[in-house]
Each structure stands twice: as structure tokens, then as C-alpha cells.
T-cell receptor, first 113, second 112 residues
Framework: DVKVTQSSRYLVKRTGEKVFLECVQDMDHENMFWYRQDPGLGLRLIYF???????EKGDIPEGYSVSREKKERFSLILESASTNQTSMYLC????????????FGSGTRLTVV | GEDVEQSLFLSVREGDSSVINCTYT??????LYWYKQEPGAGLQLLTYIFSNMDMKQDQRLTVLLNKKDKHLSLRIADTQTGDSAIYFC????????????FGQGTELSVKP
């Protein structure tokens, strides 16, 4: 069964810390995505990547960066965590055939105090 | 720009049918999807429909697509308490390299 693994389910960090959220997929997918999910706001795209060492800004990239050094791993970096980055973070990878759907990880609930 | 709209809440009684509706704006969408999110979990692909189809049935799930009105619906027959979750509609956008655009999600509550 295909898998997207996010390294932590729950994380608590202090304001100003540098935070790394890791995502690994075992399906050899080229496309990977990072979203954040907040009540009433749905899913908002932060960054995405269509290939190794390639990244594109999504709708809300401010305060975030990403790294894709290997095809299977897509990391989200909060350069200096702030309380308004408290959220659920979801990673996804995208298959090509047959339906271009996403496979999501279980999510990381990040609390910044 | 592209937009996907859903109502936020739906409440049904166990055993009834649930119908979750979605409207989208991009007529070039090739695939439309329904995802399910249980509490504290990621999203799971429930079903999808190709844009040249009107209907797709998969056990208790029926997807209807009205391309003229850009309307997608998900019907869950004989709804169970285990169906309580948030359901997201999504469309794939050809001209954005395959990114999916998600609705805000409909929270389905099933009462015994």
C-alpha cells in the first residue's frame, strides 16, 4: 500500500525556533505538496515541488521555506516559528496515472507557544 | 480564478442517505474528487470521477456530475456513524500542472 509518512503527529515549539517538518513518500511520485489546515479556512497550499531541487510557492508561502534534496523527501521549514503558525500541517504526494489524485500523510499538529 | 464551494455542515440520522454538494468554477477540470478526513487524520481519497462521466457508483457511494452547472455531489446510502467526518471536494486544474483545488470541506454528523 502506498504511503506518505510525516515524522511527527504532534509537535510543540517555542516562538522564534526553527522548525522542520519532514515528509517521506515511498511511491516514487514526482509531485509533492505542503498544506496547512485551519478551522473555517479549509486547506491552504504553502509550497509544492514537481521535481528534486525544484520548488514553487503556493498561496501562503510567507514565513515558510521548503527543501527537496531527494525525490522521496519534502521538508517544510518554519524559519522562525510564530504563534500564528499553530496549525495542522498536511503533506501530500501526487500520482500520475490513473487519476492524478493525492495521497496524504496523517498530518502534524504543530503548536507554537 | 478557480474556486470550489461546499456547504460547511450536514447532519443526518443513521440509516438515512446523505448528499454532500459541491460547485466548482473551472470548466477545464479533468478529474473531480471526494476525500474523507476523520478526526485528527489526513485526507483519504474516497472516489473520483472523470469529467466525461455523469455518474459513478461504488458500493454505498454515488457521485453525480453536472458539467453544465459545474455541480458535483456525493451521495452516501445507509449512512452510518462511522461516516461522520469532513468531506472535501477537489478538482484538478490542467493549466496549473495538475494541482488540486480543494473546497472548504463539509462536516457530516451522523446521529443515532
Amino acid at each position: 500500500d502506498v504511503k506518505v509518512t510525516q515524522s511527527s503527529r504532534y509537535l510543540v515549539k517555542r516562538t522564534g525556533e526553527k522548525v522542520f517538518l519532514e515528509c517521506v513518500q515511498d511511491m516514487d511520485h514526482e509531485n509533492m505538496f505542503w498544506y496547512r489546515q485551519d478551522p473555517g479556512l479549509g486547506l491552504r497550499l504553502i509550497y509544492f515541488s514537481y521535481d528534486v531541487k525544484m520548488k514553487e510557492k503556493g498561496d501562503i508561502p510567507e514565513g515558510y521555506s521548503v527543501s527537496r534534496e531527494k525525490k522521496e523527501r519534502f521538508s517544510l521549514i518554519l524559519e522562525s516559528a510564530s504563534t500564528n503558525q499553530t496549525s495542522m500541517y498536511l503533506c501530500a504526494s501526487q500520482q500520475q496515472e490513473p487519476n492524478y489524485g493525492y495521497t496524504f500523510g496523517s498530518g502534524t499538529r504543530l503548536t507554537v507557544v | 480564478g478557480e474556486d470550489v464551494e461546499q456547504s460547511l455542515f450536514l447532519s443526518v440520522r443513521e440509516g438515512d442517505s446523505s448528499v454532500i454538494n459541491c460547485t466548482y468554477t473551472d470548466s477545464s477540470s479533468t478529474y473531480l474528487y471526494w476525500y474523507k478526513q476523520e478526526p485528527g487524520a489526513g485526507l483519504q481519497l474516497l472516489t473520483y470521477i472523470f469529467s466525461n462521466m455523469d455518474m459513478k457508483q461504488d458500493q454505498r457511494l454515488t457521485v453525480l456530475l453536472n458539467k453544465k452547472d459545474k455541480h458535483l455531489s456525493l451521495r452516501i446510502a445507509d449512512t452510518q456513524t462511522g461516516d461522520s467526518a469532513i468531506y472535501f471536494c477537489a478538482e484538478s486544474i490542467n493549466n496549473q500542472g495538475g494541482k488540486l483545488i480543494f473546497g472548504q470541506g463539509t462536516e457530516l454528523s451522523v446521529k443515532p
